[in-house]
């Protein structure tokens, strides 16, 4: 069974940052991308960033320059670095995996940014 753990979420001011982590274990075929989306309160899930398992990165334009997402192959896990936070970031971000057969869900980690 495969498990994807998030971590890192919390509140935080405008203006400062957060680190996301998701780590996945159990027993899945290769992993191709991974990557990150996130729902606020009364609107549907967006696509956040991705990364493939060459290290190609994409990301959202409304987080462009501001979150740098990253991967370790060896620990299975990604990450979401995420500066320059703003009141509009602020939702429960879930992290993804997707092999070549299926695509694994993280449990979702709140993330808010309020003064």
């Known amino acids: 069974q495969v498990q994807l753990v998030e971590s890192g979420g919390g509140l935080v001011q405008p203006g400062g940052s957060l680190r996301l982590s998701c780590a996945a274990s159990?027993?899945?075929?290769?992993?191709?991308?991974m990557g990150w989306y996130r729902q606020a309160p009364g609107k549907e899930r967006e696509w956040v960033a991705s990364?493939?398992?060459?290290?190609?990165?994409n990301y959202a334009d409304s987080v462009k320059g501001r979150f740098t997402i990253s991967r370790d192959n060896a620990k299975n896990t990604v990450y979401l670095q995420m500066n320059s936070l703003k009141p509009e970031d602020t939702a429960v971000y879930y992290c993804?995996?997707?092999?070549?057969?299926?695509?694994?869900w993280g449990q979702g980690t709140q993330v808010t940014v309020s003064s």
């Open positions: 993804y995996v997707a092999t070549a057969f299926h695509t694994y």
């Open positions: 159990g027993s899945m075929f290769s992993i191709n991308a």
């Open positions: 990364v493939t398992r060459s290290g190609s990165t």
